[in-house]
T-cell receptor, first 112, second 112 residues
Framework: QQQVKQSPQSLIVQKGGISIINCAYE??????FPWYQQFPGKGPALLIA?????SEKKEGRFTISFNKSAKQFSLHIMDSQPGDSATYFC???????????FGTGTRLTVIP | DGGITQSPKYLFRKEGQNVTLSCEQN?????MYWYRQDPGQGLRLIYY???????QKGDIAEGYSVSREKKESFPLTVTSAQKNPTAFYLC???????????FGPGTRLTVL
């Protein structure tokens, strides 16, 4: 079964610090790697996504770094804010299907 | 407003009862999905539908059933055969299979 391994499970960062979440994937059927942000009791919302024809994509304080040869990608949150406190999920395409396989999530807490 | 709606927000069920969760979208998306979310396990795919009158099993379809009679609607029935149905259920849609997924607000099902 296609798997995505996400780490760490939880992360505590001081306000203004950098939050880094990592994901590793197996083989994929197509190239689309999104990150979702979820607040308690809400549905996930797309935060940022990358297609690995580029090694990095930046949107504001959020950056995805992609290493295709290592089959790894990571989310960096610069200048982390208390409002960033949420659970973050990475996802990767499933082999043999046009579906996404989600990581187990990282609960981020940003301390004021 | 375009989006995905799920109802009800909270649902309580007695053991042995079937229950149906509603999912409606007005985004004109062809593909729709149902996920189950449990603490520490991320999002797991139950069923998905690429187009009206077509649907496929996901990774954890046992004990669930779906229908896709209309493009806008993709209801999920949790049957009495589902051994551990208490969870947070999320519906999502995308323009086409494999595209960016938009999530609804979720339904929290509790079996008493």
């Amino acid at each position: 079964q296609q798997q995505v391994k996400q780490s760490p499970q939880s992360l505590i960062v001081q306000k203004g610090g950098i939050s880094i979440i990592n994901c590793a994937y197996e083989n994929t059927a197509f190239d689309y790697f999104p990150w979702y942000q979820q607040f308690p009791g809400k549905g996930p919302a797309l935060l940022i996504a990358i297609r690995p024809d580029v090694s990095e994509k930046k949107e504001g304080r959020f950056t995805i770094s992609f290493n295709k040869s290592a089959k790894q990608f990571s989310l960096h949150i610069m200048d982390s804010q208390p409002g960033d406190s949420a659970t973050y999920f990475c996802a990767a395409p499933q082999t043999g299907a046009n579906n996404l396989f989600f990581g187990t999530g990282t609960r981020l807490t940003v301390i004021p | 407003d375009g989006g995905i709606t799920q109802s009800p927000k909270y649902l309580f069920r007695k053991e042995g009862q079937n229950v149906t969760l509603s999912c409606e979208q007005n985004l004109n998306h062809d593909a729709m999905y149902w996920y189950r979310q449990d603490p520490g396990q991320g999002l797991r795919l139950i069923y998905y539908s690429q187009i009206v009158n077509d649907f496929q099993k996901g990774d954890i379809a046992e004990g669930y059933s779906v229908s896709r009679e209309k493009k806008e609607s993709f209801p999920l029935t949790v049957t009495s055969a589902q051994k551990n149905p208490t969870a947070f259920y999320l519906c999502a849609s995308s323009i086409s299979l494999g595209g960016e997924q938009f999530f609804g607000p979720g339904t929290r099902l509790t079996v008493l």
